[in-house]
């Protein structure tokens, strides 16, 4: 039975359920459960919390687990030993980055400022590791919450939070300095050097099956024969269009895989060459 880590709550907790029932799993009903089984694919669920998923995944109590990189990193062992968890696959949402924020009166605008302040951050293994690399010497003060608070109620200097617009930074006044620490987002993980699973493998292939059919959409339209090539110049799919004579003359089909995002461009472009009945239909699911 493969056994799965899912956020239970969070940015990335309904995201993640949403994938994995895009993906053919059964999931939770309510926020109240906290294990699912699935016996049509003999998996089992548990909904954990993500700063704790990692560490489970780890110790091989559960085969694969869905959280953030940054999560995982600072749940990470800094001196290598140790059981660890491992990125295996990115999952595509929930992204955002660790950053560096000073008040926006105050005289920190740069990293090259922050020797000898203290700052504030939920992810202390993932800071004091960047400022060990960057050789910069600062106080770091752990908290579990409300990092962005800190500096106004006196306990910091400075923040290193994570940050998906800025605006509650800019809110709480606030200004992000320097680049971004880390860039995160939601990623499927597994213990560093476990042997191969056929059961990993078919969640791996489900879930970008899902990624596929989010980015991508089946792209239908008719197209004069002397247009052919320069047609499919425009839309070459995956591995070729799919083309089909039609019952007129000197006219075939062409169905084609493109990517979502550029649907309405192609569409115009196709438009203009001269093909015509020009169709966009979504895909539920794929495996490529």
């Known amino acids: 039975m493969l056994r799965v880590a899912v956020p239970n709550k969070g940015v990335l907790s309904e995201p993640a359920a949403a994938m994995l029932a895009e993906s053919g799993y059964r999931q939770r009903r309510s926020t109240k459960d906290l294990a699912v089984y699935d016996p049509d694919s003999d998996t089992e669920f548990f909904y954990l919390r993500p700063r704790d998923i990692a560490v489970y995944v780890a110790a091989g109590t559960l085969d694969v687990g869905i959280t953030g990189r940054d999560m995982l990193l600072e749940t ?24 560096f924020a000073s008040p926006v009166d105050s005289s920190i605008e740069g ?3 922050l020797a000898g302040t203290r700052i504030a951050t939920a992810y202390p293994g993932l800071l004091q590791r ?13 908290l579990d919450g409300a990092v962005e608070t800190a500096c106004r109620l006196g306990v910091a200097d400075a923040v290193c939070d994570v ?15 320097g680049a971004p620490v880390l860039a995160s987002e939601a990623i499927l993980v597994r213990r560093a050097g476990a042997e191969e699973d056929p059961a990993v493998a078919q969640l791996m292939r489900r879930l970008r099956g899902v990624l596929v059919a989010r980015r ?19 839309t070459p799919g995956l591995e070729g269009p799919t083309i089909s004579p039609l019952h007129t003359e000197g006219w075939s089909a062409v169905r084609a895989m493109v990517r979502q995002d550029e649907t309405n461009r192609l569409m115009d472009e196709l438009w203009d060459l001269g093909a015509r009945a020009i169709l966009v239909t979504s895909i539920h699911a794929c495996r490529i």
């Open 130 to 142: 960047y400022l060990d690399e960057a050789g910069i010497k600062a106080g770091v003060v752990k």
């Open 76 to 99: 990470t062992p800094s001196d290598g030993e140790g059981p660890a968890a491992a990125e295996v696959m990115q999952l595509g949402f929930g992204r955002s980055s660790f950053r």
């Open 111 to 113: 990293l090259e400022q």
């Open 163 to 177: 940050v998906e617009t800025g605006t509650t930074l800019r809110a709480a006044g606030l200004r992000m300095i």
């Open 216 to 234: 991508y959409v089946l792209l239908d339209y008719d197209c004069p024969n002397d247009l052919l090539q320069r047609a499919t110049a425009i």
